[in-house]
């Protein structure tokens, strides 16, 4: 039986042109989900929707990624990577320029929708591919590495897109994500490896079956559920609660506050992505889910400050929340089988994706404006991101406790359980 630590073995130099396409499919799914956040403030003047009604547009992205990475739990092992990951990527692309076309609030959401349906599982299976081709031992910097798209994505991409949303409206942006992916979707023909993960004999019921009945990989889902919650409480109002609570302008500040807080996260993820692979991962998801709790509830009390506060709270935000991801992925991807990889990927990653849609409407429920337009009940949040923090690493903690090889660093890497019934 395939054991969790299978991958297939490339060249140092192939492995690294995957790694780097794998990150630009990734930079693209990312800033997709992201544009949205920084676009909040002028997307509800525009089509003069509440806040309330701005959370729903962010989730209903989550939401169509959650039911087809579902649906695609069913199926996906039944593809080779390279030839389901490509095609899901160009509709992803498809819907993208759709958000761009969309006259109305109604009908930019139903582009979401699409969104959310094709790039969730196209994310799904950049983290498979990374388990396919990366070793357990180097496993989390890969992860990180791979992961270093979120920051990219908020000094280039994000910063970019509100100076073009800003000069030509909030439909540039999503113009220039969609030529990116189509770029990438060539990229991804040419430089992705045809790699012999089918599975013959596929039974999709079957396979769904004991993907969610594994008493590891239900620890697994958990973990990757409650990890997402903590920002997704926080982030749709970060940028609006910046202009509206911390008084910066959305042309020049705010953009700059992004890029300052993805510079940072850009230097500390290879550092975070190394620490994984040679510290106990649990102890560093801990340690650093502790320094971001700190920093989530000084963030929801920012008052009126100038930008160099709110870049340094925006840059200690980033490099905590996006830090907690390297550990905890490596973990989860490490307790599930090659054989499993991609639907347990998918299902993963639905269940992230419903997890930060719930997450974000949680935070409409909290969050008003007042006569002055400033963003009310914020701070009531950060106390609800500081409990999915808590959270997670109690969820870790089991996960570790179930299979103790998931969190042990690389040089005391041990070999997964040979049988699903170890850990059932």
């Not at 993208?96 to 599982?121: K, N």
């Amino acid at each position: 039986m395939s054991t969790a630590g299978h991958h297939h073995a490339l060249t140092p130099a192939r492995e690294r042109a995957t790694l780097l396409t794998l990150g630009a499919v990734q930079f693209t799914h990312i800033l997709d989900f992201m544009i949205m956040m920084p676009l909040g403030a002028q997307l509800m003047r525009v089509f003069q929707i509440t806040p309330s009604q701005f959370t729903h547009l962010v989730a209903c992205y989550g939401l169509a990624a959650a039911i087809s990475g579902f649906i695609g739990g069913f199926f996906m092992d039944r593809f080779d990577r390279k030839r389901a990951l490509i095609v899901l990527y160009m509709g992803f692309g498809l819907a993208t320029l759709a958000c761009g076309l969309a006259p109305t609030h109604h009908w930019l959401m139903a582009a979401r929708l699409a969104a959310g349906a094709f790039g969730g599982l196209a994310g799904s299976l950049v983290n498979a591919m990374i388990g396919d081709i990366v070793p357990p031992a180097r496993r989390g910097r890969a992860m990180s590495f791979v992961m270093s798209a979120f920051p990219v994505a908020s000094v280039l991409g994000v910063p970019v897109g509100l100076v073009l949303a800003s000069k030509y409206g909030w439909h540039a942006p999503f113009f220039l994500l969609a030529a990116c992916a189509g770029a990438n979707a060539i990229l991804a023909m040419i430089a992705l490896p045809h790699l012999a993960t089918a599975v013959h004999g596929h039974d999709p019921r079957r396979q769904m079956r004991e993907i969610v009945s594994h008493g590891l990989h239900l620890r697994a889902f958990a973990v990757g559920a409650v990890l997402v919650m903590a920002g997704g409480v926080l982030i749709p109002f970060i940028a609006p609660s910046f202009v509206a609570n911390v008084g910066l302008d959305e042309k020049f500040q705010l953009p700059l506050t992004y890029a300052v807080g993805g510079l940072a996260t850009m230097i500390s993820m290879p550092i975070v992505g190394w620490l994984s692979d040679h510290m106990d991962r649990l102890h560093l998801l801990a340690w650093l889910s502790a320094g971001g709790a700190v920093v989530v509830l000084f963030l929801v009390r920012l008052g009126p400050s100038s930008v160099a506060v709110a870049a340094t709270v925006m840059a200690a935000f980033m490099m905590t929340m996006s830090g907690r991801f390297a550990p905890a992925m490596t973990m989860v991807t490490n307790a599930v089988e090659a054989r499993y990889r991609g639907g347990f990927m998918s299902v993963n990653a639905a269940l992230q994706q419903a997890a930060s849609g719930c997450a974000n409407v949680i935070a409409g429920m909290f969050v008003t404006s007042d006569a002055q337009g400033h963003l009310v009940g914020y701070p009531v949040l950060g106390y609800v991101s500081v409990g999915f923090f808590i959270l997670t690493v109690l969820c870790a903690y089991e996960l570790r406790a179930a299979a103790p090889h998931v969190s042990t660093p690389a040089k005391k890497d041990l070999p997964a359980p040979a049988h699903a019934e170890a850990i059932a």
